[in-house]
């Protein structure tokens, strides 16, 4: 355990500074004075002969500044790194001590004596400051790259909806203000014999004039779902085809989600096999799979940037949403879309330089946003909530925003005793000193749309900082006697002046994701 607690960081950050640094010619593997063996190893053979071939390919300074002697060649060779206070002032801490051991040793150096173990490492590494690196840069270093990096911004400037409690971003958010419940008798099919007769389902859809009739009769509802709800996004953000023919489309692209995929047409096939597989739909593969549906929606508006699906299970939305925009902040998109689910939410994400050129109505802006896994249990968060303090954690400094200015959050909430309990909790650990503070959960009214669920709420979300009103919690009966109520939306809704706004989403298998979206100025 030791060893594997000390290699695994030490090889992933000089992994991560042989990549990032260039170094002189002059530190070659032979001229370091590294002490070769004259029998060598069949794994340090291999290495040579991939080392030898790489090399050829790669900058020579990389290569040796990567095969240099040791860590101290590397060090004082290549990086302009210096010691930071907070290293020192931290040593001995319980981080420390749990992350290397009681008896571990020092990376950095020390400003107290040393031990005995340290001065045999000093004398070995021949020189105690070789090893005194911090992983924070020097601030002329640190200051030189900020300005060498300037963020692209993302802003929303588009949604569509198929929700239970309606089908367009305005009627389906008056009647969350409302209180206005999704949830009614099931009539899709028979389900007299089942348990469970209810749920969040949509009793009117039409594809009228957004999927080709053709195609409406064969694909699944939830593909069906996503192509009307990212057109009606389009429509909402502007994109008329005076604008969609001036869009670089190697820079548009299209990801979406789902938590099943096409589960209705796959069932249908099976069934269909066991008369005969000349009944089969041909088509039943490519509409069952997750990923046929953005390809769908791209190849109808001609989208050629990035194209694919993620499933994450109920943290699926949120995934798309990050990856989407992390697209465009790294230039390789200037427009991104997302749909998934029995229902589906579309965001039209757009960088901002881009939507300011053209026109665009701006409804919020994308700050950021992060996602962990539990590493715990397949459908029940870690007791301590680690994984959701550190998402939310990661987020909030991604992102730059400090705790106090989160005042509003659309909790994952999916009624279940154990999850709602420990996402309250991760919730008041974090911005529980904010008297503002205000929660709800856009799930009391339309049920859990799984996959769906992020991109909804995420609309709920931008459209409580578009309209300054939040919507109530209805049907919340029986609240643990540990949650305090002051912090959560009661059965009316309530005028708000949101400062920047969290919209959590967490999945089975222990994914945890969340974004952070504020009013844009």
Request: with cysteine.
């Amino acid at each position: 355990m030791a060893v594997s607690s000390i290699a695994s960081p030490l090889c992933t950050w000089l992994v991560a500074a042989c990549m990032s640094v260039t170094c002189e010619n002059e530190y070659s593997l032979r001229a370091s004075g590294f002490p070769y063996s004259k029998r060598l190893s069949s794994w340090a053979r291999k290495r040579r002969v991939l080392l030898k071939g790489v090399s050829e390919d790669f900058p020579k300074g990389l290569i040796s500044s990567f095969c240099g002697s040791s860590i101290h060649g590397l060090m004082s060779s290549c990086l302009a790194f210096e010691p930071c206070d907070e290293y020192y002032s931290s040593k001995g801490s319980s981080y420390s001590s749990s992350f290397f051991g009681e008896n571990g040793f020092s990376l950095f150096g020390s400003k107290t004596a040393p031990t005995r173990r340290q001065r045999r490492i000093d004398r070995a590494a021949e020189a105690g400051k070789s090893m005194a690196v911090a992983l924070q840069p020097s601030k002329e270093v640190a200051l030189k790259k900020r300005n060498l990096t300037k963020k692209r911004r993302v802003v929303v400037t588009g949604m569509g909806v198929v929700t239970p409690i309606g089908h367009e971003p305005d009627v389906f958010y008056n009647n969350l203000l409302e209180g206005v419940s999704g949830i009614s008798d099931i009539e899709a099919f028979e389900c007299a014999q089942f348990p469970t007769r209810i749920a969040g389902e949509i009793k009117s859809f039409s594809t009228d004039g957004w999927v080709a009739p053709k195609l409406s009769k064969r694909m699944d509802k939830f593909m069906l779902y996503l192509l009307t709800a990212g057109k009606k996004a389009l429509v909402d953000g502007g994109i008329t085809e005076e604008v969609m023919n001036e869009l670089d489309k190697t820079k548009c692209g299209v990801l979406i989600g789902s938590a099943m995929g096409g589960m209705k047409v796959f069932n249908d096939a099976i069934e269909a096999l066991r008369v005969s597989y000349k009944k089969m739909n041909p088509f039943c593969v490519p509409f069952a799979t997750t990923n046929m549906g953005s390809a769908m929606l791209a190849m109808d508006l001609g989208w050629m940037g990035p194209n694919y699906s993620i499933s994450t299970a109920c943290a699926t939305s949120n995934f798309c949403i990050l990856n989407a925009a992390n697209h465009i902040v790294r230039g390789e998109a200037d427009r991104d879309g997302f749909v998934m689910g029995e229902g589906a939410g579309v965001l039209l994400l757009e960088e901002l330089e881009h939507a300011k050129k053209r026109g665009a109505d701006i409804y919020a802006e994308f700050l950021g946003g992060s996602f962990t896994c539990d590493a715990y249990h397949m459908t029940e968060p870690h007791p301590d909530g680690t994984g959701i303090l550190l998402c939310i954690d990661k987020a909030l400094s991604q992102s730059g925003v400090v705790r106090e200015d989160v005042n509003y959050v659309n909790a994952h909430a999916t009624s279940t005793q154990a999850g709602d309990l420990k996402e309250y909790q991760a919730l008041i650990r974090c911005f529980g000193q904010n008297p503002e503070l205000r929660v709800n959960s856009t799930k009391s009214m339309v049920g859990h749309l799984l996959g769906a669920a992020g991109a909804v709420e995420a609309v709920a979300t931008v459209q409580a900082i578009r309209t300054g009103w939040v919507h109530p919690n209805i049907n919340l009966e029986n609240p643990e006697k540990s949650v305090d109520l002051n912090f959560l939306v009661g059965p009316k809704k309530e005028r708000l002046d949101i400062k920047v706004a969290l919209s959590n989403s967490f999945g089975f298998g222990g994914h945890n994701s969340c974004i952070l979206f504020a009013p844009y100025n």
